[in-house]
């Protein structure tokens, strides 16, 4: 009984993460791996098209419909349920970006992830050609307050702000 409970209580240990092995340039597994890889860089492709083409549609039109809200023949309520409706719009496309920023960041770990299985002394040429040249690395730029993300995000809520701003003032 005492055995039991002592079994419980010991913490089993977890198994380290099994060892990617690159398969062989002949082999069909090797064509598979950069099918994958090269998918993993048009998904990439993809949400950065998506983010910018909602970006502008976003700006576009919330300019556009600004300028009906600061319109002086425009009823009170009418500039602010429109000034309102910018705003959360805009605030929707700060949302809408965040996620695509998340999508993007997981098809480029996966294609690196790929490409370190199949090429290690890729990778390190890589590297090396990058510290060289002062090539900032998407981890480096993970903290950079100037990615395109947040600069999109930035335009959107500034957007948001002097919207509510001027239909409520």
Known sequence: MENANVDSVVKKKKKAPA????????????????DYWRL???????????RYQVAAFVLAG???????VTDDS?????????????????????????????????HQNR???VLRSLSPNLIKA??????????KTRGDLRHSLLRSSLILSYMHAL???????LAFA
Request: proline share 2%; aromatic share 8%.
């Open 19 to 34: 060892e990617v092995v690159a398969p062989r340039p002949d082999s069909n597994e090797w064509d598979l791996y950069i």
């Open 40 to 50: 993993q860089h048009e998904r990439v492709a993809a949400h950065e098209g998506s």
């Open 62 to 68: 919330s300019l556009v419909a600004l300028g009906f």
């Open 74 to 106: 425009a009823a009170g309520s009418a500039q602010k349920l429109g000034g309102a409706a910018i705003a959360a719009i805009n605030l929707l496309a700060v949302l809408f970006i965040s996620g695509e920023r998340r999508w993007i960041k997981i």
């Open 111 to 113: 294609s690196d992830a």
């Open 126 to 135: 890589q590297e090396d050609v990058n510290r060289r040249w002062k090539v």
């Open 159 to 165: 957007l948001a702000v002097v919207t509510i701003w």
